[in-house]
């Protein structure tokens, strides 16, 4: 088993987490035991996590096939889109905009509003074999995914459209550019995580070098040496904060990787 060394604190989107040796899963051959990650974009890692895995290089393609487009599940959105439009593709325009690679999008039916990754998938690849779309239940920001994903196949519908672009883009303007683990938690029925956050009195608040945005409320930001610990607290308070005065209990979309979780899994 190869593994490679990452250093969590340079190599996840908020900038957190300890020097850790990750198995890398080759030739289909998933280590047993470890948590998978991928581009650490929408996660929180503690300092003790599990031990983890993530997916070679040899996972980050791109085919036009006779079926579809595939894609391997290490593949980061932006290379999506790049090669798309060189294609004239439709439908990929809005991976532009979101972080990460697609295995991790595919996990948690990533998207923007009404766009998403769910809406032209056909079929995924994992360890037991192909699962076609029909057989995978999913809805907002949830799939019942439980395996490593190699690939995904997907319509390939001709059309893209700089136009839907350029509105994904504006879209994602709002956004605060400290690092940061994306929307820290998800839209509840009919409201916004981000006004329930700033209605009871969280947005910019610090705790450390952790705070809720002044941009976006719902952004989770590090300010120069956050801390892990800074972090969970400021979840935990805007959580608590928000059930009592609204009755609301907000869920994270952050995934927070500590040692328990392989017990939840």
């Not at 994903?149 to 303007?173: D, K, L």
């Not at 009195?201 to 956050?226: D, P």
Request: proline share 5%; hydrophobic share 40%; aromatic share 10%.
């Amino acid at each position: 088993m190869n593994t490679k060394t990452i250093d969590f604190s340079k190599f996840s989107s908020i900038r957190i987490g300890p020097m850790v040796e990750v198995a890398l899963i080759e030739n289909d051959v998933v280590p047993e035991g470890r948590f998978i990650l991928g581009a650490a974009n929408n996660v929180l890692i503690s300092p003790n996590p599990p031990p983890l895995m993530i997916l070679s290089k040899e996972y980050d393609f791109i085919r036009l096939e006779y079926d579809g487009l595939h894609i391997g599940a290490a593949t980061p959105g932006g290379r999506v889109v790049s090669f798309c439009k060189k294609h004239n593709i439709a439908h990929f325009e809005y991976l532009s905009k979101l972080p990460g690679t697609l295995g991790g999008m595919l996990k948690m039916n990533a998207g923007l509003k009404e766009y998403e990754i769910f809406n032209h998938l056909i079929a995924i690849r994992t360890q037991s074999g192909w699962k076609q779309k029909s057989e995978i239940e999913y809805g907002y920001r949830k799939t019942s995914i439980n395996e490593v994903v190699f690939e995904a196949v997907f319509e390939a519908q001709n059309g893209y459209s700089v136009e839907r672009y350029e509105m994904f883009s504006q879209m994602r303007s709002n956004q605060p550019n400290n690092p940061s683990a994306g929307s820290c938690f998800k839209n509840p029925p009919g409201d916004y995580a981000g006004r329930l956050i700033e209605a009871v009195g969280l947005k910019g608040i610090r705790h450390g070098a952790i705070a809720f945005s002044e941009v976006h409320a719902n952004f989770l930001v590090n300010m120069g040496e956050g801390t892990y610990q800074d972090a969970l607290l400021l979840i935990n308070e805007a959580q608590k904060r928000v059930k009592e005065t609204f009755m609301i209990e907000l869920q994270c979309e952050i995934v927070i990787i500590n040692q328990d979780i392989m017990t939840r899994k």
